[in-house]
Structure formats: structure tokens, C-alpha cells
């Protein structure tokens, strides 16, 4: 097995908006994972492809390739790192593509695993997930994001608090 980490270094690239960083450590690493069998860096290799193809915004492969990502995830386990990063990033992209069944498909996987199968960080991601999926619905519901607030705050999840509450202030905005 190839030691991999950075599923989650390529995700603080694209959350700082440094694309170029998230592409450039991605294609470090990749030679090595892709000369590997072993399950947790596939699933690796495939959430890494899933945030490059973010970060080139081929918004359609990436929620592809999450979907790859995510179901070969789910040799390793779905609260693995793979299946933590590439699942919200998908739901990004699916979210830019303004795809409700994409969406209903990407939240769907997620919310019909035993909750005890997830790790409260994709659990804080599915309630922003829930919450975004609603804006494009065009029923946005401020409700959504302070739940997904509440979780992110219960686990210490401050990137993931940010984003619902500003979420919660844009859609407290548009309902009036």
C-alpha cells in the first residue's frame, strides 16, 4: 500500500481556491497510486481524480468520478478519507451543474448508510448537501443550514460552520 494522504491536502488547496496546488500535489502522487492494487489507494486515486477534475472545472467528470470514487470506497469503508473528500466535492459539482438528480443521487448514497457507517464530518457534509440541494430547488431554507451548523459546530468543524452559516444568511436574505 502506498501511503497517501493527500485526499485531504488537495481539499484545503481547493478550499483556498489554490486549484493549481491541488492539481500539482494530485500529480505527485498519482505514478504511485496508480502502479497499486491495494484498495485504499484506489479509492484514493479516484477521490484525487475526482478534485482535479474540480479544479479544471469538468464539472460532469468529477461528479463521474465520485461516484467511481465513492462506491470503491466502500471496500475500505464509507467514513474513509476517500469517500470524505470525494463526496462533497461532487455534490459541488453537481451543485455548479445546478443537477437536482445528481444531487437527489449523490445525497441518496450518503443518507442510506447506517448512520453509524459515517463519520460525522460526511455527516455535517450531507446536511449542508440537503441544505444546497434546496437553494437550486429554488425552496431555499435557512432551517437546513443551521442544521447543518449545529453539526459542524458539535464536531468542531469550522470550515464546514463557515459555509452553513453563510448558507443560513443567503437563504434568510432571499426568504425575506
Not at 502502479?35 to 479509492?43: L, T
Not at 459515517?118 to 446536511?127: C, I, K, N, Q
Not at 437553494?135 to 437546513?144: E, F, M, Q, V, Y
Request: charged content about 25%; glycine content about 8%.
Amino acid at each position: 500500500m502506498v501511503a497517501f494522504t493527500q485526499p485531504t491536502v488537495l481539499a484545503v488547496a481547493i478550499a483556498r481556491g489554490d486549484r493549481d496546488e491541488a492539481r500539482s500535489r494530485f500529480t505527485d502522487a498519482e505514478p504511485l497510486l496508480e502502479a497499486s492494487a491495494d484498495f485504499q489507494d484506489v479509492a484514493a486515486r479516484l477521490a484525487g481524480r475526482t478534485m482535479t477534475a474540480f479544479t479544471q472545472d469538468n464539472l460532469k467528470d468529477c461528479v463521474g468520478l465520485c461516484f467511481e470514487a465513492i462506491e470503491s470506497g466502500v471496500d475500505i469503508g464509507v467514513g474513509s478519507e476517500s469517500v470524505r473528500w470525494a463526496w462533497p466535492t461532487g455534490v459541488a459539482a453537481a451543485a455548479a451543474l445546478r443537477d437536482l438528480d445528481l444531487l437527489d443521487r449523490l445525497i441518496d448514497w450518503v443518507a442510506t448508510k447506517p448512520k453509524g457507517h459515517l463519520s460525522p464530518v460526511l455527516r455535517s457534509e450531507l446536511f449542508l448537501a440537503r441544505a444546497v440541494r434546496a437553494d437550486i430547488a429554488g425552496k431555499p431554507d435557512p432551517g437546513l443550514y443551521a442544521a447543518a451548523a449545529d453539526q459542524a459546530r458539535a464536531i468542531g468543524f469550522t470550515y464546514a460552520l463557515a459555509r452553513a452559516r453563510a448558507g443560513e444568511a443567503a437563504a434568510l436574505s432571499s426568504v425575506g
